[in-house]
T-cell receptor, first 109, second 117 residues
Framework: GQNIDQPTEMTATEGAIVQINCTYQTSGFNGLFWYQQHAGEAPTFLSYNVLDGLEEKGRFSSFLSRSKGYSYLLLKELQMKDSASYLCAVLDSNYQLIWGAGTKLIIKP | GAVVSQHPSRVICKSGTSVKIECRSLDFQATTMFWYRQFPKQSLMLMATSNEGSKATYEQGVEKDKFLINHASLTLSTLTVTSAHPEDSSFYIC?????????????FGEGSRLTVL
């Protein structure tokens, strides 16, 4: 079966750095997405990785290792508004998006 | 970026009635739209893939006759929850992609929160 694993919840301090991991086992791979979702709102796009390596975009970076079936989302200089759920999703060989359950990130002052 | 608009954002209805939710791509043409359902503290669950001009493809376990999807134009898909019951109360979200997956993004509507009394 297809599976995406990410931690259920993480807590971090304002101004610090946090890394949210995602491991996947899917039938094929055509890219990995990270989305941010605030409570009661629809997800918003953060990043897309299809090649190995690190993609940096401002305070957010996303890393991919296809051989390890592993990705992480790195958030720097955490702000209170970063409190949200972070969803990892993989595009499989049929171009179907497989979603992780999401990681709820709690930022404390 | 591309914009997807969803309406209504909130709807409360009585059990047994039908509710229609609209999803529009405002500045691009979407041949494919996706309908998701999300229960509290859970991830997105794909309900169906809506294809312009053809029948929707439903995921396993989703009742076709209960969740009617119409994708009559390249900018509009509708989801109708027929004979709604309290267990259908959920957050329904549509999404669309502009061109191929290599653009790297799926655009989401604002979501519609359905409460069935």
């Amino acid at each position: 079966g297809q599976n995406i694993d990410q931690p259920t919840e993480m807590t971090a301090t304002e101004g610090a750095i946090v890394q949210i991991n995602c491991t996947y086992q899917t039938s094929g791979f055509n890219g990995l997405f990270w989305y941010q979702q605030h409570a009661g709102e629809a997800p918003t796009f953060l990043s897309y990785n299809v090649l190995d390596g690190l993609e940096e975009k401002g305070r957010f970076s996303s890393f991919l290792s296809r051989s390890k079936g592993y990705s992480y989302l790195l958030l720097k200089e955490l702000q209170m508004k970063d409190s949200a759920s972070y969803l990892c999703a993989v595009l499989d060989s049929n171009y179907q998006l497989i979603w992780g359950a999401g990681t709820k990130l709690i930022i404390k002052p | 970026g591309a914009v997807v608009s969803q309406h209504p954002s909130r709807v409360i209805c009585k059990s047994g009635t039908s509710v229609k939710i609209e999803c529009r791509s405002l500045d691009f043409q979407a041949t494919t739209m996706f309908w998701y359902r999300q229960f509290p503290k859970q991830s997105l669950m794909l309900m169906a893939t809506s294809n312009e001009g053809s029948k929707a493809t439903y995921e396993q376990g989703v009742e076709k006759d209960k969740f009617l999807i119409n994708h009559a134009s390249l900018t509009l898909s509708t989801l109708t929850v027929t004979s709604a019951h309290p267990e259908d109360s959920s957050f329904y979200i549509c999404s669309a992609r502009d061109h191929g997956w290599d653009t790297g993004e799926l655009f989401f509507g604002e979501g519609s929160r359905l409460t069935v009394l």
